[in-house]
Nanobody, 120 residues
């Protein structure tokens, strides 16, 4: 099994910055992709940013130019640097990963979520 543990959420004022971290541990043979999703109250979970094994990144239009995703493959860790935060960025942020546990078996995993609140 694989576990994803997020950290770094909290309360920040509009215009401020936060960095989220997510560490994957357990039976990991190879990580295909890691990313971040978020879910605000009353809304569906949405993609924020993804980072695949080839180094390609993808961002939601709403965060382009403000957020940056990065990975430390050796540490099985993905980061989300969030700058110029807005109240509408308030949500629970979830780490997501597609991981091979051996040569042929892969699964999708989710973290437990970390709350980000942007408010003055």
């Amino acid at each position: 099994q694989v576990q994803l543990v997020e950290s770094g959420g909290g309360l920040v004022q509009p215009g401020g910055s936060l960095t989220l971290s997510c560490v994957a541990s357990g039976r990991i043979f190879r990580t295909i992709a890691m990313g971040w999703y978020r879910q605000a109250p009353g809304k569906e979970r949405e993609l924020v940013a993804t980072h695949n094994a080839g180094g390609n990144t993808n961002y939601a239009d709403s965060v382009k130019g403000r957020f940056a995703i990065s990975r430390d493959n050796a540490a099985n860790t993905v980061y989300l640097q969030m700058n110029s935060l807005k109240p509408e960025d308030t949500a629970v942020y979830y780490c997501n990963a597609y991981i091979y546990s051996d040569y042929v078996t892969w699964n999708e995993y989710w973290g437990q979520g970390t709350q980000v609140t942007v408010s003055s």
